[in-house]
């Protein structure tokens, strides 16, 4: 809004007489964050100028394209802008999802690994006042256990704490929240 008023005073200054005229570049944000404007040409005339001069011509043009692009960006609002993000941050998480039990589902079974894993994992969740543990699944190099919760805060306090846990085994982690659930991946164990 302010960019629209800076530009309509620079460029109808005097009648006939042009001062000043500035081109201004407009960025439109690639995540939710302030819009970026910045000069990119600048012509300054001190007589009058005829709208025909070469050099004023293509600035007028281009100021007229910049007004109708700041009006665009005007009426998309940056709640659409956060939210193509979060879609994209969520469409990611997805897909390692999908490929985490792709990749647990089709390794086969190593008995001992699987159970000396899964001891630990309940061993480490036993003390858990407010987690219930529901399933584990152990592999021979992976885990998945669904954890859960009497509320969506509370799975959300806990999950951080669910990751940094020391479950007995040199372990990657990932975990997903859904509502009062954690869902929770050891993987690429050793």
């Known amino acids: 809004m302010l960019l629209r008023s800076v530009l309509t005073i620079v460029a109808a200054t005097g009648a006939g007489a042009l001062a ?28 009058d100028v005829v709208r025909d001069d070469p050099r004023v011509g293509p600035l007028i043009a281009r100021s007229r394209d910049v007004e109708a692009r700041l009006e665009a960006l005007e009426s998309a609002p940056a709640v659409e802008a956060r939210d193509a993000v979060r879609r994209e941050d969520d469409a990611r998480s997805h897909a390692a999802r999908v490929r985490l039990q792709a990749d647990h589902e089709a390794s086969h079974v190593d008995g001992t690994w699987a159970s000396a894993t899964r001891y630990a994992i309940e061993e480490t969740l036993d003390g858990r006042t407010k987690a219930r543990l529901e399933t584990v699944d152990c592999r021979s190099d992976s885990c998945a256990a669904r954890v859960a919760y009497d509320s969506e805060a509370d799975a959300l306090d806990d999950a951080m704490a669910l990751v940094v846990a020391d479950y007995g085994v040199p372990c990657n982690k990932q975990f997903w929240v859904e509502g009062p659930t954690v869902e929770l991946w050891l993987y690429g164990c050793e």
Do not use: F
């Open 20 to 47: 000043a005229l500035a081109v201004v570049e407009l960025r439109a944000p690639t995540t939710p964050a302030p819009r970026e404007v910045r000069v990119t040409e600048r012509v300054e005339v001190t007589h």
